[in-house]
Nanobody, 122 residues
């Protein structure tokens, strides 16, 4: 059983930066990948980034490439999402998720955190 808790959300102006954290506890050895998803008001939850625990392989959705960076600390069981050059369209609740393989599909992640709000003003 994996427990995930996100933190680091807040209000920031367009062009600013924010760093999200995800603390994982429980049976983390049974998970291969950690991902970040987001859900804006009135929209479906969408994929943002994913990283493999083992070798650090990453994949990002096109809209955040060059601006966001996902990273992990295997010893501390922490996953991070560094967000730079934030835009108003990045406003959403951001969720941390754990899964058995690198994927961009919500259904492939079996464990989810409760989310942290990120609001970008213009």
């Amino acid at each position: 059983q994996v427990q995930l808790v996100e933190s680091g959300g807040g209000l920031v102006q367009a062009g600013g930066s924010l760093r999200l954290s995800c603390a994982a506890s429980g049976r983390t050895l049974s998970n291969y990948a950690m991902g970040w998803f987001r859900q804006a008001p009135g929209k479906e939850r969408e994929f943002v980034a994913v990283i493999a625990w083992t070798d650090g392989t990453t994949y990002y959705t096109d809209s955040v490439k060059g601006r966001f960076t996902i990273s992990r600390d295997n010893v501390k069981n922490m996953v991070y999402l560094q967000m730079n050059s934030l835009k108003p369209e990045d406003t959403a609740v951001y969720y941390c998720a754990a899964g058995g393989a690198i994927s961009i599909k919500r259904a492939d992640f079996g464990s989810w955190g409760q989310g942290t709000q990120v609001t970008v003003s213009s």
